[in-house]
Structures are given as C-alpha cells and as structure tokens.
C-alpha cells in the first residue's frame, strides 16, 4: 500500500512535466505570458503600494567588481536593473532574432529573390507608411524622432493570433505574415543601428570590426567550437556598448558568425554510432556488477559520447536557436515586458491618445495611427504594387480582403516598438523624455490590442463567410 502514493506521485509529476511542454510549445503559449506581464507591469507602475517598489527596483544599481592587483573588471557605469534588461538581457533576444534571419535568408522564406520579394516589399511598405503617419503628426516638433516606434511588428503576438485561427488561414498567409515579420525584424534592426545610437567612437568601433572580421574568418575555416564564437561576442559587447552603437547590435552581429554547418558529416555520424552501439552491446558481458545493470560504466561513457556526436551533427545555429527559444520566450520577453510596459499613468486624460501640443507633437496619435491605420495599408499596398508588376505572387489561396485582413496584425508591434520607444527622445529634457516615452508606450500598448482586435474580427468574419459559401 505504501508504494500507491508513490505511483500517485510520480504519475502527477510526470503529468505535470508532460502538460507544461506542451504549454510551451502551443504557438500562443508566449504571447499570452507578454500580455499578462503586460497587465501586471502596470498595475505595479500604478497602484500606490506597489508602484515606488516597482520603480525602485528597476532602478536600483548593478555593481560586479571582479579585481586583484593587476587586473579588474567593473560593469558599466549607471548599470541598473532597467538597463541590465534593455542592454543585455536583450542582447540574448536579437541574438536570437539574427539566427532566425539568417535561417530564412539561408534556406527558408527568405533564401531565393522570388521567396523573399514579396514579403520583403510587403514589409518596406508596412514600415514607411507609419513613418509617414508618425510625420505628419509631428513634424516639426520635439517628438520627431519616435518615427520609428510605428515601425515594427511583434512576430510573437501575431503568430500567436494566427494560430487561434487554424485553417481559417490559408496556410500561404501564415508563411507570408511569418517571413514579412522576420524582414520586418531586420529592418528595424536596421532602424535601431543607423538612427538611434549615439555619438560613435570610429577607434573603438574599428576595433569591434575587427574582432567580427577574426569570428568570420574562424568560419570560414571551419570552426565550429562554441567557446570561439563566445569569447568575441562578449568582447563585440563591450566595444559596441562602448562605442555610441546600440550593444544589442552585438547579438545580431554575432548570430550572423555562427555557423550553420554540423561539425560531423553524416557518414562520421554513421559509423561512430555504429561503433558506439557494438561497443554497448559487448560491454554487457564486462559488467562486474551485475548482468542485469544498465548502463554500467563503460556503457555510460558510450552513451555520452552518442549525445556528443548526435549533437555535434547538428549545426551550432540551429542548436543555439533551439536552446534559446524557451529562455527567450518564457523569460527574457516576459522580463522586458515587466521591466517596460510599466507606464505611469497620473490621471485618466493620460489615456487620451488625441492630445497634442505644438511644441511637443502627438506621438500618442502618431503611433497609434501609425500601427492600427499604417502597418495594414502600407503591408497592403506595397504586396499590390510588387504583385501588379511581376515582383511578387499572391499567396497561394489567398484574397486581397483576406491579405488585408492578416495584414492588420502587421499592426502589433509591442516587443519591438516599446524597444525603440525607449531609445528615443534621448536628446531632449529629462522630464520631456520620460513623458514622451510613456505617451509612445501606451500608444503602443493601445495601438497594437486595436490592431490584433480589428485583424481577428477581419478574419472570423472572411473566414466565416467563405465556409458559408463553400456549404451553399
């Protein structure tokens, strides 16, 4: 009877384990933790017993001094909480997003210029048109420099919505939204390198070059030992940290020296398996122990070195990718949400995304607009264009209703745009920074919740109508 709760247990347990992978693999699984760190980030920036512990901690300052008398290392200077998130933590999530681009552009959507023509356009026009929006609210202004917050879509809420969907979505669409996604990725990468670092240091960043051109040349002969690829990272880090460039090109850089190629072929990976499994069974008979243990000792070590050459046929790129995947997905993400969507809000005209001022602009309305109204017709317009002149084709099963419709959730930009949110409007008053920054967040916020809410009803309602009338 004793051995029942046991059995009991174990079972939960394995139930458990069993229902959490399988949480983690659900394509919306991710989104929802955002939205839900989302939510908590301001109900922590705005409720009175929790908002000055809130900030007090996003604040509080990050001092590691490793030193004897020769040596010493120190992090940078004014390293808090918030920063260590946006300016390394982050580092981890483009580091990602640069091996996913390469991915694509290697042997997916992105890989030939008729694959990747229509979804790259698409994604051009997705990001100039609420840049023009953005404009023509504030042109002139203070706030001219947020132009780039509109700009990019959050890859994670918009697959996730589109997976609630099902086959409602032709399968091409998805593919479609997934590619211009990632080229929207890129290009606001872009965005964030040429338009919002600061003042270059040109010796430093030589210095960062060369550090890429070793890494590169390491590929190109053929190394594929992690510890060569991680040493100049850190390295690109701190010089690119240093040098006025954003430190979280770093990572983008860097994921594009990794490489793709396993280190065994797959004939190495035939016969050392083959070796490793005769070797198994012949030490069943070497066992002092028992003939019935397994694996013994000489077993164990064949089996480690199967897990060694099964991994090391895989390439390093897609290795890292996988390994990153959860860590970025169910920790980094959910850390920048907490640590940036925490928008203080004094009072309710705050939630007025219509206000403006002549000196400091709209950027409520530009970024709204820009999402909800910019991403959809820009995505639109410019597939139309590309397909009317021969550049691209129309998804596979796809309308321009239909396109239209997922084009809408184009519109989420969350991750990316509070990202560029908080690298803007550095250059003017403390005060004048901070209120721009939560007017651009919460544009954002509210911005991308509209967009995801008209692109699912777009859908459901297209959707709904073609399966009526494939029933009549």
Request: aromatic residues 12%; positive net charge.
């Amino acid at each position: 009877m004793g051995l029942i709760p046991i059995y009991t247990w174990t079972k939960g347990l394995h139930i458990m384990h069993k229902r959490k992978r399988s949480f983690m693999l659900n394509p919306w699984a991710s989104g929802g933790l955002l939205l839900l760190c989302v939510i908590l980030a301001m109900l922590f920036a705005n409720l009175p017993f929790t908002k000055d512990i809130y900030h007090s901690i996003l604040e509080t300052e990050l001092t590691i001094n490793i030193a004897n008398e020769n040596f010493s290392i120190d992090l940078p200077n004014e390293m808090t909480v918030e920063r260590f998130i946006n300016d390394i933590l982050m580092v981890v999530f483009f580091f990602s997003v640069g091996l996913e681009i390469k991915r694509e552009i290697k042997y997916g959507e992105l890989s030939s210029a008729k694959k990747a023509m229509l979804p790259v356009i698409a994604a051009f026009g997705g990001m100039v048109m609420p840049a023009i929006i953005y404009a023509f609210f504030n042109s002139g202004t203070l706030a001219t420099s947020g132009w780039g917050i509109p700009t990019a879509t959050d890859i994670a809420f918009a697959v996730a919505i589109l997976s609630v969907f099902g086959n409602r979505v032709p399968t091409s669409l998805k593919i479609f939204l997934t590619a211009l996604a990632i080229a929207d990725d890129l290009g606001a990468i872009l965005v964030v390198a040429l338009f919002y670092g600061e003042s270059v240091n040109i010796l430093l960043l030589c210095i960062a070059l060369v550090v890429i051109a070793i890494a590169r040349i390491l590929n190109h002969l053929g190394e594929k030992r992690m510890m060569f690829y991680l040493i100049p990272a850190i390295a690109v880090w701190f010089l690119f940290y240093y040098s006025g460039i954003h430190a979280t090109m770093s990572g983008v850089v860097m994921a594009f020296m990794i490489p793709m190629e396993s280190r065994y072929s797959r004939t190495y990976f035939n016969n050392r398996i083959k070796n490793y499994l005769t070797r198994i069974t012949k030490y069943d008979a070497c066992d002092d122990e028992s003939a019935e243990t397994f694996p013994n000792s000489m077993q164990r070590h064949c089996l480690r070195r199967i897990s060694h050459v099964s991994s090391n046929t895989v390439g390093m790129s897609y290795r890292l990718e996988h390994k990153l995947s959860p860590w970025i997905n169910f920790f980094i993400m959910p850390v920048f949400a907490l640590a940036n969507a925490g928008v203080v809000i004094p009072d309710i005209s705050y939630l007025n995304i219509f206000q403006s001022s002549p000196e400091l602009g709209s950027v409520s309305m530009g970024v709204f607009f820009g999402l909800l109204l910019g991403k959809p017709i820009g995505i639109t317009l410019a597939s139309f264009i590309a397909i009317k002149s021969g550049f691209g084709e129309m998804p596979d099963k796809a309308t321009w209703k239909m396109l239209f419709a997922v084009a809408c959730l184009g519109g989420i930009g969350f991750t990316m745009s509070i990202f560029i949110d908080t690298l803007s409007f550095s250059e003017l008053q403390p005060e004048q920074t901070v209120q721009l920054r939560n007017l651009g967040k919460m544009a954002v916020l509210m911005g991308s919740l509209c967009s995801a809410l008209l692109g699912s009803a777009l859908i459901y309602v297209l959707s709904t109508i073609r399966l009526y009338k494939a029933k009549i």
